[in-house]
Nanobody, 120 residues
Framework: QVQFAESGGGLVQPGGSLTLSCVVSGVHFDIYPMGWYHQAPGKQRELVAAITGNSSRTHSPSARGRFTITRDNAKATVYLQMTNLKVEDTGVYLC??????????????WGQGAQVTVSS
């Protein structure tokens, strides 16, 4: 059974930085594209960044230039480096494998997520 364990969230001022980590277990990590999803309060979950098994990356328009997704296949871990954080980046960040043309989550199970709060 796949499991996702996110960490690294916190409270940060606008313009600050955080790095999130997600350790994945229960699946053959290397073969899956991985993604970070943002669940803002009262809004739908959206994909902010994705990375293939060989580290080809894509970022949403809101994340481009500020967030960087990376992965370490040996550690079955995916990271999200977040810089120049904005108030609208507040929310829970979750990771999942990414599937299909619409880049939706592969698995129905989710971790607890990492809470990021950007506030002055």
């Amino acid at each position: 059974q796949v499991q996702f364990a996110e960490s690294g969230g916190g409270l940060v001022q606008p313009g600050g930085s955080l790095t999130l980590s997600c350790v994945v277990s229960g699946v053959h990590f290397d073969i899956y594209p991985m993604g970070w999803y943002h669940q803002a309060p009262g809004k739908q979950r959206e994909l902010v960044a994705a990375i293939t098994g060989n580290s080809s990356r894509t970022h949403s328009p809101s994340a481009r230039g500020r967030f960087t997704i990376t992965r370490d296949n040996a550690k079955a871990t995916v990271y999200l480096q977040m810089t120049n954080l904005k108030v609208e980046d507040t929310g829970v960040y979750l990771c999942n494998a990414v599937c299909g043309r619409e880049l939706g989550p592969c698995f129905t199970s989710w971790g607890q997520g990492a809470q990021v709060t950007v506030s002055s």
